[in-house]
Nanobody, 124 residues
Framework: DVQLQASGGGSVQVGGSLRLSCTAS????????IGWFRQAPGKEQEGVAC??????VYTDSVKGRFILSSDNAKNTIFLQMNNLKPEDTAVYYC???????????????????WGQGTLVTVSS
């Protein structure tokens, strides 16, 4: 099984930035999809961004503000979150779907493996 270790959450004010990191063991870049989902209090899980066989996919609400990148040699992904808004407040989870390829963030769900969450709090 893939094991995921996420870090980088914290508290910022509106307009601030944070960078999340996730290191995965047992993950295969040309076979699996890896990315982030979040869950805010009282809300459903929401796919945020993922890398699927080289394709970068984002949910509409973070396009232009969040940047997903990777260091393939280190099996690590990064989520640079800029211009943060209060509605970005959530617990962020790194997750993997095995043997998948997708080009729509709506397809990034029902995760095969996920790490412990990291809390992001954006205050106004």
């Amino acid at each position: 099984d893939v094991q995921l270790q996420a870090s980088g959450g914290g508290s910022v004010q509106v307009g601030g930035s944070l960078r999340l990191s996730c290191t995965a063991s047992g993950f295969t870049w040309d076979r699996d999809t890896i990315g982030w989902f979040r869950q805010a209090p009282g809300k459903e899980q929401e796919g945020v961004a993922c890398i699927s066989r080289g394709n970068l996919v984002y949910t509409d609400s973070v396009k232009g503000r969040f940047i997903l990148s990777s260091d393939n040699a280190k099996n690590t992904i990064f989520l640079q979150m800029n211009n943060l808004k209060p509605e970005d407040t959530a617990v962020y989870y790194c997750a993997v779907n095995y043997q998948s390829v997708l080009d729509d963030i709506a397809l990034f769900y029902d995760y095969d493996s996920w790490g412990q969450g990291t809390l992001v709090t954006v205050s106004s």
